[in-house]
């Protein structure tokens, strides 16, 4: 608690008061969900009046959707948006897959785009952090994880590869690891041992004869298949 006082600007005593339950300000909130690497959101709606719900991002959605289509044919027990806590650390991750016999761990974060850099490595930070353990008790794996795979899987887009150039060092830093042990996990072998980080680029539409996956390296010469997000959303429209 003094730790996220001191990330939030509050004192442990404010903090130790919201967890029990009271209430807060908003600026309180605010300030608690950037420390956590979250992003504060209000909504202001009258519930009689919503209509059906509809998926806020097509193109976010669409690829948790061929993420997990391709590790449940490979036989993996898949969540999606899975909800975690450790201590005072709380989040959700977009993938997650697993496999209780290797004791292995995958951790998928999905990401369209790249408007705030920093705040997109911090989240995925904390989840590298805290995501694990709290698996590993929730599903009750004894010594915790032999091996898990992070890893952000990213739009193929122009908007995308403009700031991976623009930042590589920065991706190599907080993804420094080759997409073997993901691509592993995508034909069906979950690593047995061992902590890795990886990025790959996604094109989230099938198409024939063209590769859906490409790592840093390739992504530095690749060609984009799609100019940004809209064009991404537009075409995912068009095809459905």
Request: net charge positive; with cysteine; proline share 6%.
């Amino acid at each position: 608690m003094r730790e996220l006082g001191e990330r939030s600007g509050l004192t442990a005593a404010a903090i130790q008061r919201l967890e029990a339950g009271e209430q807060g300000g908003l600026a309180s909130y605010a300030r608690i969900a950037t420390a956590l690497g979250l992003r504060p959101q209000l909504r202001l709606t009258d519930e009689r009046r919503q209509g059906p719900i509809r998926a806020a991002d097509p193109v976010h959605s669409l690829m948790g959707n061929v993420e997990a289509e391709i590790l449940q044919r490979r036989a993996f027990p898949v969540a999606l948006d899975e909800p975690y806590q450790h201590y005072q650390f709380a989040g959700r991750a977009d993938v997650v897959a697993w496999s209780l016999e290797r004791r292995a761990l995958l951790h998928i974060e999905n990401r369209t785009r790249f408007p705030d850099l920093q705040e997109s490595f911090g989240s995925y930070n904390a989840k590298r952090t805290y995501l694990a353990p709290a698996l590993a008790e929730r599903l009750r794996i004894p010594g915790g994880w032999a091996a898990v795979t992070h890893a952000i899987v990213a739009l193929w887009s122009a908007e995308v590869l403009h700031v991976l150039r623009l930042r590589t060092a920065s991706f190599r830093a907080v993804c420094p690891d080759p997409p073997d042990a993901l691509l592993a996990w995508l034909a069906g072998s979950a690593p047995n041992a061992g902590v890795t980080s990886t990025l790959l680029i996604l094109d989230p539409i099938a198409a024939p004869r063209r590769r859906r996956w490409i790592g840093i390296e390739d992504a530095l010469r690749a060609e984009p298949r799609y100019r940004g997000h809209a064009e991404a959303a537009a075409a995912i429209g068009a095809t459905s």
